[in-house]
C-alpha cells in the first residue's frame, strides 16, 4: 500500500494537538510526518505513536517532499504559508477561514459532501466549527425536506479561540472564585462566568464573521443558496463543546416524529431527547463522543411549518481536527490527491 | 403620611435578600417590618436600616398585622401559605408562578400595565425573571410597531434557581479546577463549564414551564394575544445577569435607526450597540444596574421584517426583587391596596 508524507502545521495548538490524536486513532498510512510550529515552539519534541518528533518550523523547501499538509495556524499566517505548501507540491487540508469561500477550493464535510473533494486545485478547506456542526445535524433532514430558513444562536466553548484561551478561562474561573482580580488577554472581556455575545470581526451590517461564516458555508457546503441562517454567535465559559439553539423553517408542516426518525437513523448522529428523565445533550457529553448530539427537538409553539432543537458538537473534534483527518483519509482512499478534475 | 406594614416572606433566600436591600433603597413608608422564612431559620436575626429583625415562620394569625407581603418560596409553597395571607388580609405580591396566570389576578410590570394593578383581588403576580427583562425591551418598540412573532433563546444565570445554585456553581467551579470529583445537587447535571439545556419542568408539547411563561406571560402583560414567543431556555454557568438572543418579526420592514432611537429614548434601557469597539451588553454588567441592556441590534440577514437583539437583565433585581417592591411602591403610591375594582 502506498504510504503518504504528512504535515501537521500549528501542531501545538488546541486544534493542531487534536490533529496529531486523530491522525493516531485513524491510523492512515504514513511514511513521514512532519510537525511544524511556530519559532517559539522549534526544537521541541513531541510523540506520536511512540514515537519522538521534533517541531520544525517553516522555511523554504519544508513542503517539498510533503504530500498532505494539514493546516490549523489561523487566517492570516494561512494566507501567508499556504500558497507556499501549494508551489512546493503538498496538498493543503486548511482549517482557517482563508480560503473558505474561494471558488476553487472545496469546503468539505465527508459526510455531507464528498463528491466535491476531487475538485480541489492543491486546497481543501476545513469549514467552521460551528457550521460542522450544525450542517452535520440538518443533513438527514435536508435530504428529505426543504428547509427555507434556519435562526440559531450559539453557545460558543472557548476551545474555539484556541489554547490561550482554555487556560483564560480556567485562571479567570480561579481567580474570581478565589476574590483576586481577574486579568483579561485573550478575549476583550472577562468570559469566566460570563458571557460575550461577539466573535470573531464585526461587519458592517452588525453581524459578526463567525454569524455571517454560518449562512455563507452552510449555503456552499449544501450547494444550495436557498438555505438562509441568520446567526447570533456567543461565547459561554466552557472549555470544549459547542451548543446551538437552532429554528428551522420548512415549506410544508413539520412531521416531528419523522424528523426524529430521521436523526436517529443517522450513524453520526445522536439523538438524546428524553428531557422528562434528564436527557437532552450538554457540551460536557460531547468530550466522550465523535457524534453530533441532538435533543430538544419540538414543532415550533406558533408555526406548523417550524420547529426548534439543540445541537451540541466537539468543536476541537468533529468541528476542527477529526474532519480535517476526514478529509485526508478520503483524500489517500479515493486516490484524488492530485485533484483539479 | 399613612404607614404600611410590610412582610418579606422567604427572607432568607437570592430574591427575598434582594428584597429587603431593595425596600432599604426605595424607602417606602413602612411602619412595622415582618421577615418570614421556613422553620431552619426561625430565631435567626437579620439587619434592616441598622435594626435588627428576628426571623419568623408562618402561624396562624401571622398576617392579620401585614399590609402588604412579598411573597418569594416558590409555586408550591405560594399555593399554600398565599391563602392564607390573603384571608388574613394582606395584599400579597407574589413572585412564583403559581397565581400568574389566574384571570382575576394582575400580572405586572409597573413601567408596561401599572393600570392593571387596581384590579387585583388580594394578589398581584410578578412575572417570570426571563420574561420581565425580554418585554422590557420590547416595549418601547411594541408601542410603535406590531410584532408578530418573536424567537428568543435564553442564557440563565443560576441565580434564577435561587442561593442553593449559586452555591453549587461556584463549589462545582472549585472542584472541577482542583481536579476534584464534582457533585451534582441542585441540578441533575454539572453546570459548571456547561450548558443546561432544560429549566423547569417538561410539558407534553416538549416546551418547559420556563419556554411557555415566555409566551404566556408576554401576551398577559402587553395584552395581546397575537405576540407569539417560541422559547428555548438554558441554564448557563453566570452567577448573576440572564441574557437572551432574541428574534423579532413585524409586519413591516425594519427600520433599525429608528427602533435604536425609541431603545435609547426609554429610560429604563441603557442601549451598549458598537460592537466594533467591543461595547455589547454582558451578565457580569447587569450586576451594577437595574436599566436593562440591549446591544447586537441589527436586521435580519434574510429577512426585512426581522431584527436580531441581544437583552440582559438583572435576574434578581428587575427580574425578581425589584420589580416586586416597585408594584408594592405603586399600590402605596396609588392608594389602591384594597383593589377589586
Redesign the interface.
Known sequence: MKRYNIAVVGATGAVGTEMLKVLEEYNLPIDNLKVIASPRSKGKEITFKDQKYTIETIEKGTFEDVDIALFSIGSSNSLKYVPQAVYEGALVIDNSNAYRMDDDVPLIVPEINPEFIKEHNGIIANPNCSTIQMVMALNPIRKKHVIN?I?V?T?QAVSGTGQKAVNE??KQ??DY?NNDEVKTEVY???IA??????IDK?ND????EEE?KL?RETQKIFNNKEI???A?A?R????YGH?E?I?LEFDIPVDLEEISYLLSNDDNIKLIDN??E?E?????MSEETDQILV?????????EK?L?M?VVGNNIRKGAALNAVQIADYVIKNNVIDGGQ
Open positions: 430558513k435562526i444562536s453557545y478561562l480556567r474561573s480561579q472564585l476583550p472581556n472577562q462566568f460570563n458571557a460575550i455575545p461577539l464585526v451590517n452588525g453581524y459578526t455571517l449562512n438562509k441562517v441568520t447570533t456567543v459561554i465559559p466552557v472549555f451548543s439553539s429554528h428531557p422528562a434528564n437532552y445533550p450538554t457540551p460536557l435533543g430538544r427537538l419540538r414543532q415550533d409553539l406558533n408555526n417550524a426548534e439543540w
